[in-house]
């Protein structure tokens, strides 16, 4: 049997996200949550929901938001865990109570991914990541860098990794976020602060997910993310969200 994930759990603190674009900040408070050591494996993938894995030590890739979601049900269903998420056709609900396997918020991860550092990356690009300075042409097998502070591994580099945020609902519709950098690109991209998006049904070779847990007593808001602000927020002729263009 492969391996079950391993996680992290990070205690509460502060992360900032910037949107240069407007010179505007916004600070998160975030309670304790949980975040997966290495992104899912295809090896994990395959456990899970009985399908082949080519490479079980790399990143499980070329996911959607959807099935990246619904992965997340299925690895709560495998421990007895309630599942962090319900469906309505294609609308998702986050029932933030729940202690179910999930996605992190864009604040969560960019709060595991820099691990305390201000800096663009938490440490040398060549011994932290996979990227194009590596010249390789597909994902490596997690763990083969070194870790962060948080002890968290390719965090940057090797596959980008969805969140459950909205990109900007106002410019991108129903475009969800995907951080941290892939195999393939420069360094500019690779940058704990960099920002990506995707619909919910497209699906990206260099695309993955990492898994997060935490439940809150809010009703319909946690760990940065309200779903009122999406309503108030979201939509075409809604007001705008914040969408990052980070200067570092």
């Avoid at 108030?232 to 263009?245: D, P």
Wanted: proline content about 5%; glycine content about 12%.
């Amino acid at each position: 049997m492969v391996d079950l994930w391993e996680m992290r759990k990070l205690p509460a603190g502060t992360v900032t996200l910037h949107d240069a674009r407007r010179g505007e900040h916004r600070t998160v408070e975030l309670e304790p949550f949980e975040i997966g050591v290495f992104a899912v494996t295809e090896g994990q993938f395959a456990e899970v929901l009985g399908i082949a894995a080519q490479h079980p030590r790399r990143p499980a890739r070329d996911l959607s938001w959807y099935r990246a979601i619904r992965f997340c049900n299925a690895a709560s269903e495998w421990e007895g865990l309630d599942p962090a998420y319900s469906f309505d056709g294609e609308e998702v609900t986050w029932h933030v109570d729940s202690d179910g396997y999930r996605l992190p918020t864009e604040a969560e991860w960019e709060y595991a991914c820099r691990a305390g550092s201000i800096g663009p990356q938490y440490g040398a690009l060549g011994e932290i990541a996979w990227t194009s300075l590596d010249g390789v042409g597909s994902p490596r097998d997690v763990g083969m860098k070194l870790p962060n502070l948080n002890g968290l591994f390719d965090t940057l580099g090797n596959v980008w990794e969805w969140c459950w945020d909205f990109l900007d609902p106002e410019r991108y519709d129903d475009y969800r976020v995907f951080r941290g950098g892939g195999f393939a690109d420069d360094t500019w991209s690779v940058r704990a602060s960099v920002r990506r998006g995707g619909g919910p049904r497209m699906h990206h070779d260099d695309v993955g997910m990492r898994l997060a847990r935490g439940a809150f007593d809010a009703e319909s808001a946690a760990q940065g993310w309200s779903a009122q602000a999406d309503i108030e927020r979201g939509g075409r002729g809604g007001a705008r969200r914040m969408g990052w263009t980070p200067r570092r």
